[in-house]
């Protein structure tokens, strides 16, 4: 399991959480968009330290998200900006956050993608245009339980049946996203509205149902594609 890094204390805490379980746990080292008003002079040093180390596999979760705007935009790209530069000098992947934001995140991205290790865009909710942008930049797609929230998400069936299994990975972004098929019977068992690695098999039964695969192909796949990109 990876932990995600979100801000430099965080990011901290994950590593110091993950060397306690060594080969079980992993963490990203970052500052998300809502944290970047924490920015400072020193925390490029903090997240380089943290990175130095075997178990922080990744740079992030770094970007754009102007759905919210916990964070003033310009101190987003500010912020986002610096852990590219951070993620080019250490050769680590990149964990991608952007929401709402897709013009500015790529203008902004497509200056380091020359020398950008590789990247993966988490939890991806965004077009189908979108994701064939990215496809076609290099990017992996991380997709959650959104995908069987046929309400809200009904655009991603078409998006999971483009997408192609070696370039996707899936995630639960927990405690958000719960899938929408995980029966009540275990909601009960593992405290109601929370997600955890529990219901990732429930994402990815959606997408081998999206297409038209079995769930041992999905979970066989995204594992390896996860392995590799992560290293671990």
Do not use: W
């Amino acid at each position: 399991m990876i932990l995600t890094g979100t801000s430099v204390r965080n990011s901290e805490e994950s590593a110091k959480m993950a060397r306690q379980y060594p080969g079980v746990l992993y963490a990203t080292a970052g500052i998300h968009p809502h944290d970047a008003k924490s920015f400072d002079a020193q925390s490029i040093s903090k997240l380089r330290k943290l990175l130095e180390l075997k178990h922080v596999v990744s740079v992030g979760e770094c970007g754009l998200d102007f759905d919210r705007d916990f964070s003033p935009r310009n101190k987003q790209e500010e912020c986002y900006k610096a852990q590219l530069e951070l993620a080019i000098e250490v050769q680590k992947p990149l964990f991608l956050h952007e929401r709402s934001a897709f013009s500015s995140f790529m203008n902004i991205t497509k200056d380091y993608l020359p020398k950008l290790p590789k990247a993966v865009v988490h939890c991806f909710t965004g077009t189908l245009q979108e994701a064939k942008t990215y496809l076609d930049n290099g990017f992996y797609l991380g997709f959650t339980g959104a995908i069987s929230d046929a309400k809200r998400f009904s655009h991603l069936k078409e998006v999971i049946q483009y997408v192609p299994l070696d370039r996707m990975m899936i995630e639960t972004d927990a405690p958000f996203m719960l899938p929408k098929n995980v029966p009540n019977s275990l909601l009960k068992k593992y405290q109601e509205r929370r997600c955890e690695p529990a219901f990732l098999p429930y994402v990815a039964g959606t997408i081998a149902q999206f297409k038209g695969i079995t769930l041992a192909k999905v979970a066989e796949e995204t594992t390896r594609n996860s392995k590799s990109f992560f290293e671990i």
